[in-house]
T-cell receptor, first 113, second 111 residues
């Protein structure tokens, strides 16, 4: 069973609505990644953190997407104004270091109607 | 910008067959190479990794890496129906530590 906990498992939003999903990384893992897996199974890197600091993020994330990993709270990814093209499985993963294997959660499946 | 491609897109093999999956990458400074497996409806899970040129074997699984040709591969010996899954290669480049995933190979092993 995955030790990376993602909530909710399913999220349904209308276009223009906010969508927020959360991730609790595996205990002791300071590095957290967010990926988007589309219906063609393509993985797109969105953002990663080490502790509370953003390491890298893509341009898409800088516009409508926001993410944070506050200390002693779950990490979160929020889409400010959902679009149909945002419908995908959002996967959170954690790691001991940036170079070790990633441990993934089961994901949040977002459907934007 | 790292470009990671996998071939074939999908593969159907009989039980007991040897299966070969391929991955090419574009950044010659890439340092870490992984294979992940995702069963339907499940979280992706790391299978194996390799960091230097050559071969690494773990049970029925073998990875080959050739940095000069920007290619690495996963070979499965005696494929089982339980190996049926989406296989993803992943590469960490020389700059930054984001892991870039390939396009995936959907493997189906028929009993």
């Amino acid at each position: 069973n995955s030790k990376v906990i993602q909530t909710p498992r399913y999220l349904v939003k209308g276009q223009g609505q906010k969508a927020k999903m959360r991730c609790i990384p595996e205990k002791g893992h300071p590095v957290v990644f967010w990926y988007q897996q589309n219906k063609n199974n393509e993985f797109k890197f969105l953002i990663n953190f080490q502790n509370q600091e953003v390491l890298q993020q893509i341009d898409m994330t800088e516009k409508r997407f926001s993410a944070e990993c506050p200390s002693n709270s779950p990490c979160s990814l929020e889409i400010q104004s959902s679009e149909a093209g945002d419908s995908a499985l959002y996967l959170c993963a954690s790691s001991l270091t940036g170079n070790e294997r990633l441990f993934f959660g089961h994901g949040t499946k977002l459907s934007v109607l | 910008q790292q470009n990671v491609q996998q071939s074939p897109e999908s593969l159907i093999v009989p039980e007991g067959a040897r299966t070969s999956l391929n991955c090419t990458f574009s950044d010659s400074a890439s340092q870490y190479f992984w294979w992940y497996r995702q069963h339907s409806g499940k979280a992706p899970k790391a299978l194996m990794s390799i960091f230097s040129n050559g071969e690494k074997e773990e049970g029925r699984f073998t990875i080959h890496l050739n940095k000069a040709s920007l290619h690495f591969s996963l070979h499965i010996r005696d494929s089982q129906p339980s190996d049926s899954a989406l296989y993803l290669c992943a590469v960490r480049g020389g700059s930054g530590n984001k892991l870039i995933f390939g396009t995936g190979t959907l493997l189906s092993v028929k009993p």
